[in-house]
């Protein structure tokens, strides 16, 4: 009896067709995941809550599956939902693979809290695709405690004392105090801080000193010993040139309080480069003859 095998001759492959299937799908295998790299996102914000009517920062930084930056990718932020949406916006990410929103709230009813959804699209491939989101949240209150603990506190202004003069000639220390006013605990100063024109100082000790504009007035002063030394160099760096004798200079004084407030103040000096006495001295002695 004579049998059909037409259809598993149709079935079965050519040694050669089956080396170049097994060749194509190695190649898909290796070759494929290097070339198309998912990519993902992550989101960060200048402050969790923004005031209304400012302007505020969303970052997003953009990694491949191999974790490294999706560099100048065309990318898209998207407001998709809230007070300030619709609205579009087209970037690209730069070398870090980071790309950046920056925008104000320009929504009704200032009064009001509000959120808006973010979304961030991969545009690279000439349509948009979604990669995440992230939500924006405003507030009203300037007191907000979310908001409050986002900002930077404002410096805490001293009044700054001292002798007055700068003698470039003496190698010993200069003596400048930050002066009490009664409403500041000298104490919350970190003296560690502390700098002068940059110079850190050699010791300090709290003391009650006539040097401070009210005098001896019962409040205890922080008062430091810096080197002569260090604060010349330190004004002639700045100046780019050597001082000279009735120079009239601005100190610098900055620091912390123990809460991480900024301290700032400002030192006026005359600079004395001569030597004063052994001028007097030698027109004595001229005098003489």
């Not at 009210?214 to 050597?242: H, M, P, Q, T, Y």
């Amino acid at each position: 009896m004579k049998v059909d095998t037409s259809h598993k001759q149709a079935r079965r492959f050519a040694p050669w067709t089956a080396l170049c299937v097994l060749s194509l799908v190695t190649v898909m295998i290796l070759v494929a995941p290097s070339v198309v790299f998912a990519k993902s996102v992550a989101f960060s914000l200048d402050c969790e809550k923004a005031l209304l009517n400012t302007e505020r920062t969303v970052t997003a930084t953009v990694t491949d599956d191999n974790g490294g930056p999706a560099a100048n990718l065309a990318v898209g932020f998207s407001i998709v939902s809230g007070a300030n949406s619709p609205q579009r916006y087209q970037t690209s990410t730069d070398g870090a693979g980071i790309a950046q929103l920056t925008y104000t709230d320009t929504g009704p009813n200032p009064s009001d809290e509000r959120i808006d959804k973010i979304n961030f699209y991969d545009m690279s491939a000439g349509f948009a695709v979604l990669l995440d989101f992230t939500d924006v949240y405003w507030t009203p209150d300037d007191q907000d405690p979310v908001l409050l603990s986002c900002m930077e506190p404002s410096a805490q202004t001293v009044n700054v004392g001292g002798h007055g003069k700068l003698n470039v000639k003496k190698k010993g220390a200069m003596r400048i105090m930050v002066c009490s006013d009664g409403e500041l605990d000298l104490f919350s100063v970190d003296p560690e801080t502390v700098t002068l024109a940059g110079v850190k100082p050699e010791r300090w000790k709290y003391k009650d000193i006539r040097y401070c504009a009210g005098g001896k007035d019962g409040f205890v002063d922080l008062v430091f010993k810096f080197k002569n030394r260090k604060i010349v160099e330190a004004l002639e760096g700045v100046l780019a040139r050597e001082l000279v004798d009735d120079d009239k200079v601005e100190l610098d004084l900055a620091g912390s309080l123990d809460d991480g407030t900024p301290l700032e103040g400002t030192y006026a000096v005359e600079i004395i480069k001569k030597d004063k006495k052994a001028k007097r001295c030698k027109k004595k002695k001229m005098a003489k003859k």
